[in-house]
T-cell receptor, first 110, second 117 residues
Framework: GQSLEQPSEVTAVEGAIVQINCTYQ??????LSWYQQHDGGAPTFLSY????GLEETGRFSSFLSRSDSYGYLLLQELQMKDSASYFC???????????FGTGTLLAVQP | NAGVTQTPKFRVLKTGQSMTLLCAQD?????MYWYRQDPGMGLRLIHY???????AKGEVPDGYNVSRLKKQNFLLGLESAAPSQTSVYFC????????????????FGDGTRLSIL
C-alpha cells in the first residue's frame, strides 16, 4: 500500500525553530511536496524536493532523503501566523498526482 | 485573478439526492483534481483529469463521477448521496509537467462543505 506518516500535532513558541517529519512508502516517487492549510481553507504550496538535500525558501526549508524515504519541513523564526496544518505529499508520477499525509497541526504560542 | 473557484461553498443534502459540484479555473491549466478531506485523514484524491475530455480514477472514486467537457471546468457528481460522503471537497489545478525535477504546484479552491443527512 501507499502511506505517509507525520506527527499529528506539534507545539512551539514564537521565535523558535520547529521540524515536521514525514516518512513515506509509495509505489512511485517523483518528489515530496509540502502544503500549508489555515483553518480548513485552501491548501497552499510551500516547497518541493525531487533530489536529496535541503531546499530553502525564506524562513522555510525542506529536506529529502530518498534512500531513507524521509523528509522534513523546517520552520524558523516562528510567527503566530504560522499556526496551521502542514501536509507532506508525494508526487507519484508525471500526472502530478499527489498522495497526502494526514497532516500536522502546528500551534505557535506566544 | 480568480484562480480556482468552487461552487457551491456549502450544501446540505438528504440521503439519495444527487448533486454536482463545479470547479472552474482561469489559469489555462491542463491538469485538474478533486479531493475530499475528512477529519484526521488529510486529502484523498477522488478523480483527476490530465486534459479536456479525459478523466481517471484516484484513491477513492466509488460513488462519484466526473466530467471535463471544457478545459477550464471540472465537475464532480454524486448520483445518490450517502452520509459517508459528508466531507469537505477541494478542487485543484496544475500546469502539465513531465519533468520530475521541476514542480508545478497544485492550486486549490476554497472548498465545498457538503453534509448528507
Amino acid at each position: 500500500g501507499q502511506s505517509l506518516e507525520q506527527p499529528s500535532e506539534v507545539t512551539a513558541v514564537e521565535g523558535a525553530i520547529v521540524q515536521i517529519n514525514c516518512t513515506y512508502q509509495t509505489s512511485g516517487f517523483y518528489g515530496l511536496s509540502w502544503y500549508q492549510q489555515h483553518d480548513g481553507g485552501a491548501p497552499t504550496f510551500l516547497s518541493y524536493n525531487a533530489l536529496d538535500g535541503l531546499e530553502e525558501t525564506g524562513r522555510f526549508s525542506s529536506f529529502l532523503s530518498r534512500s531513507d524515504s524521509y523528509g522534513y519541513l523546517l520552520l524558523q523564526e516562528l510567527q503566530m501566523k504560522d499556526s496551521a496544518s502542514y501536509f507532506c505529499a508525494v508526487r507519484g508520477g508525471a500526472t502530478n498526482k499527489l498522495i497526502f499525509g494526514t497532516g500536522t497541526l502546528l500551534a505557535v504560542q506566544p | 485573478n480568480a484562480g480556482v473557484t468552487q461552487t457551491p461553498k456549502f450544501r446540505v443534502l438528504k440521503t439519495g439526492q444527487s448533486m454536482t459540484l463545479l470547479c472552474a479555473q482561469d489559469m489555462n491549466h491542463e491538469y485538474m483534481y478533486w479531493y475530499r478531506q475528512d477529519p484526521g485523514m488529510g486529502l484523498r484524491l477522488i478523480h483527476y483529469s490530465v486534459g479536456e475530455g479525459t478523466t481517471a480514477k484516484g484513491e477513492v472514486p466509488d460513488g462519484y463521477n466526473v466530467s471535463r467537457l471544457k478545459k477550464q471546468n471540472f465537475l464532480l457528481g454524486l448520483e445518490s448521496a450517502a452520509p459517508s460522503q459528508t466531507s469537505v471537497y477541494f478542487c485543484a489545478s496544475a500546469p502539465s509537467q513531465l519533468d520530475r525535477g521541476s514542480n508545478q504546484p497544485q492550486h486549490f479552491g476554497d472548498g465545498t462543505r457538503l453534509s448528507i443527512l
